[in-house]
């Protein structure tokens, strides 16, 4: 019954721009910290930025910071994560998870209790 349904992932450019949404249901969206988290190939996966149910102090992996932004509309039931100045090493799956009543400054793959099924993010130099 709880999912979550990332969508926006596509092939871009290097330099391009990509906007990934998360849309839940199934539990009570604002009580939840939303996570982003990608694997490339071959690597472990890895926590890129989380969002408190208030949306206050995101937080973003140093080799994201500047470049992406996480939001997210509460009366949507959405999270987005805008990703700017993307990079070839960008290029991962990206997952959305949920963290029930999340108070972690940090996304830890530990943490959260529902996961997306993943959208492929490729950026091409």
């Known amino acids: 019954e709880v999912q979550l349904q990332a969508s926006g992932g596509g092939l871009v450019q290097a330099g391009g721009s990509l906007r990934l949404s998360c849309a839940a249901s199934?539990?009570?969206?604002?009580?939840?910290?939303i996570g982003w988290f990608r694997q490339a190939p071959g690597k472990e996966r890895e926590g890129v930025a989380c969002?408190?149910?208030?949306?206050?102090?995101?937080y973003y992996a140093g080799s994201v910071k500047g470049r992406f932004t996480i939001s997210r509309d509460n009366a949507k039931n959405t999270v987005y994560l805008q990703m700017n100045s993307l990079k070839p090493e960008d290029t991962a799956v990206y997952y959305c998870a949920a963290d029930v009543y999340g108070v972690a400054p940090t996304p830890l793959i530990s943490e959260y209790d529902y996961w997306g099924q993943g959208t492929e993010v490729t950026v091409s130099s």
């Open positions: 969002i408190t149910s208030s949306g206050g102090s995101p």
């Open positions: 199934g539990f009570t969206f604002d009580d939840y910290t």
